[in-house]
């Protein structure tokens, strides 16, 4: 314990002295920190859609209209990439590169729809919204285009040009990669499947690219939009926002029109249900599809628009309050009010939080119920005809893979998640997380530009979760779905339109005073006592040594010296000091 009032001790000058020194010393490099604009990139033409970094150099890779960037982890631009104009015409199907098309042609911007980065191959995939969705090779050293296949149907993935609306996974098994894509159609349900895997060769011309991993005459490894469906609902489609892999499976976070509480008369009103979509990584016929409604209450007010997730690993503290192992992964999402406008969802906004435990229960018990014989498959959009579930033996365990029966699976029920923080101004967009020191610290970025930093340490409404600073990062423009860390963790990139933002995970050099620095509840800030600074425990020489480093605001030091002038020929001076550091003499 730090004592509560410290006594009355003697100290010689020449500590007085470099005590006083210090702080004069170390003041100018505080007010510098605490005004230095955070680093970005902001290329002419803006159009910045996607954002990937490379887990061991730190490398940044920016998508964008027309253009892919290589960054460096400063943000200084090292290489850039053109990828249009293509003259085109969207229904041309082949593209005009491959077969004549009747239509007129023009330049048309190549909107960056997915960028991903192939590590066993060392290699970029860019993937446009030109030539009906073809995707490009490009090696991660200088941006050379390895290739382009272009010439087989597979080889189209969607030519939507909707950008924030596919997402895609990279599966690498040894020397065997795949990649599992999830996309919108735009009513082309001849052209696209909505989700498929895809092989990813080794040689980027290699016929076999994007061929999907399985294909014979009754089933493959995709699955498609029915054309019924389509017909009802002209306007139907599945917008994919997040996808990640945990464990043996694949899973995407979508939106969708709600085809129960829409109406197919075009012209009344459009409700959206979002669903979480489970695949087995090793089920190449899709027999394991399950989807489920997800979502999350708080106070009455339902949240079903989902905007964007993050997976990670909870704290010590959020995990204990959780009941889970601090191994656990944890989802979380931000989700915007009701059911209505994709597009401009509401501002009221929820952050929520799913275990995977929970999700891995829910499909259990439905895939369980419906092997007993209970239900329907409810999956109206694909199947659009309610089939029963057919009784079996079958023992189903956390690890159940499909069968050629009682598949594709809907969830009857919605799935809903902890809110942890509402927002009803400003909008949460997008959102990431990390564990520091025990910590859950979540930096969620805005409609109009901010990133707010939000403390989650219990689940349990009388310690709520802390929102403890809010920056800006490109003010008016919303921050866009891909906020990612450095490999170090020392700093989060924010994507808006027109500018990629490196904003540290903490800036504790901007609080001048041990009370303002402890008082901002930043999990990161400790009062570093020798060296009179706000700062991390790492960056405090000696922190773990008894009362070297303040983590509450009342272990605050306040030296009151009297008299406050004093000769440096005096051999002593009798110093009042409240809450005394002992051992200065070792100084």
Excluded at 498 to 504: A, I, M
Excluded at 527 to 556: G, Y
């Amino acid at each position: 314990m730090w004592p509560q009032q410290g006594p009355q001790c003697f100290i010689s000058p020449r500590i007085v002295v470099f005590l006083g020194l210090l702080t004069v010393c170390i003041s100018p490099h505080l007010s510098e920190g605490a005004s230095e604009p955070f680093r970005s990139f902001t290329p002419p033409d803006w159009g910045l859609t996607h954002l990937a970094i490379h887990n061991k150099t730190g490398d940044v890779y920016v998508g964008a209209v027309n253009w892919i960037y290589k960054l460096s982890s400063n943000l200084t631009k090292l290489r850039s990439h053109m990828t249009g104009p293509v003259v085109d015409n969207e229904k041309c199907y082949p593209p005009p590169s491959v077969q004549s098309c009747p239509h007129d042609l023009a330049p048309n911007s190549n909107v960056n729809k997915l960028l991903l980065i192939d590590y066993p191959q060392n290699r970029l995939i860019a993937c446009g919204s030109t030539s009906q969705g073809i995707c490009q090779f490009l090696r991660l050293d200088d941006l050379f285009k390895l290739g382009e296949p272009h010439h087989r149907k597979e080889h189209y993935l969607s030519s939507v040009i909707e950008s924030g609306t596919m997402s895609g996974v990279i599966i690498s098994e040894g020397l065997i990669s795949k990649l599992f894509i999830g996309t919108p159609i735009d009513g082309k349900s001849e052209y696209f499947p909505t989700l498929s895997s895809r092989k990813l060769m080794a040689n980027e011309e290699d016929a076999d690219m994007f061929s999907f991993v399985h294909q014979d005459e009754f089933v493959s490894s995709q699955l498609k939009i029915p054309s019924d469906t389509l017909s009802k609902f002209p306007t139907f489609d599945i917008y994919y926002i997040y996808s990640f892999s945990s464990e043996q499976f694949v899973y995407y976070l979508t939106l969708q029109l709600d085809t129960q509480l829409t109406s197919p008369d075009a012209s009344g009103e459009q409700f959206f249900t979002s669903k979480i979509v489970r695949l087995c990584i090793d089920d190449p016929r899709f027999y394991s599809y399950v989807e489920f409604p997800i979502g999350c209450t708080k106070d009455g007010v339902e949240y079903r628009l989902i905007q964007d997730a993050y997976l990670a690993k909870p704290g010590k503290h959020l995990a204990n309050s959780l009941g889970v192992s601090e191994h656990e992964d944890i989802l979380f999402t931000v989700f915007s009010q009701g059911q209505k406008n994709r597009v401009k969802p509401p501002k009221e906004s929820a952050l929520c939080l799913f275990t995977l435990t929970r999700i891995k229960e829910k499909i259990k018990e439905r895939i369980q119920s419906c092997y007993r014989g209970e239900g329907k498959l409810s999956l109206p959009w694909l199947l659009n005809k309610e089939l029963p579930c057919i009784n079996s033996p079958l023992q189903i365990d956390d690890n159940f893979c499909g069968q050629d029966f009682n598949q594709p699976l809907g969830g009857t029920s919605t799935i809903e998640g902890i809110p942890l923080f509402v927002d009803k101004d400003d909008g949460m967009t997008s959102v990431a997380a990390y564990d520091y020191r025990g910590n859950t610290v979540v930096f969620a970025g805005t409609r109009n530009g901010r990133m707010k930093k939000i403390l989650i340490n219990s689940v349990s409404p009388s310690r709520p979760a802390l929102l403890y600073e809010s920056v800006p990062v490109s003010e008016g423009s919303p921050v866009l779905r891909d906020m990612l860390f450095s490999p170090d963790l020392q700093f989060i990139y924010a994507l808006t339109d027109k500018q990629v933002t490196r904003v540290p995970v903490e800036r504790c050099s901007q609080y001048s005073s041990c009370s303002e620095c402890l008082s901002s509840r930043d999990p990161h800030c400790g009062w570093c006592v020798l060296h009179n600074i706000c700062s991390r425990r790492d960056r405090c020489e000696r922190a773990d040594e008894p009362q070297r480093f303040a983590s509450r605001v009342d272990q605050c030091v306040e030296l009151t010296v009297q008299p406050n002038n004093i000769s440096v020929t005096m051999a002593e001076v009798q110093v009042c000091v409240c809450l005394c550091v002992c051992e200065l003499e070792q100084i």
